[in-house]
């Protein structure tokens, strides 16, 4: 739903109590997908002797690591707003002749 849609059918104390359910109970796809398939893996590895140095496996062993945001080039940035307000319609504000 684009973000003008939803400012007009929610109100910040909703918006608000999404945000905290979704800390208690996240709907990523990596908490819907990943963790349970990780869990489950991690059970089956588990019960035929663990790792492969014989320690016991854990969900975030069998998780992709999350790689830090790579800063962005402050110059690159400036030209991604540029062109988006160059999308936009230009309109003359300077006033029609009479």
């Known amino acids: 739903m684009p973000v003008f849609q939803l400012k007009e059918t929610i109100d910040a104390d909703e918006f608000d109590g999404w945000c905290r359910f979704m800390r208690h ?6 908490s819907m997908y ?8 991690s059970t089956i590895i588990n019960a035929h002797g663990g790792g492969r140095d014989g320690r016991p496996v854990t969900i975030r062993d069998l998780l992709p690591e999350r790689a830090p945001p790579k800063p962005e080039d402050p110059k690159a940035l400036d030209e991604k707003f540029r062109s988006f307000f160059r999308r936009l319609p230009q309109s003359d504000p300077s006033p029609e002749p009479a």
């Open 25 to 30: 109970y996240p709907f990523d796809p990596e």
């Open 34 to 41: 990943l963790v349970p398939a990780a869990l489950v893996a």
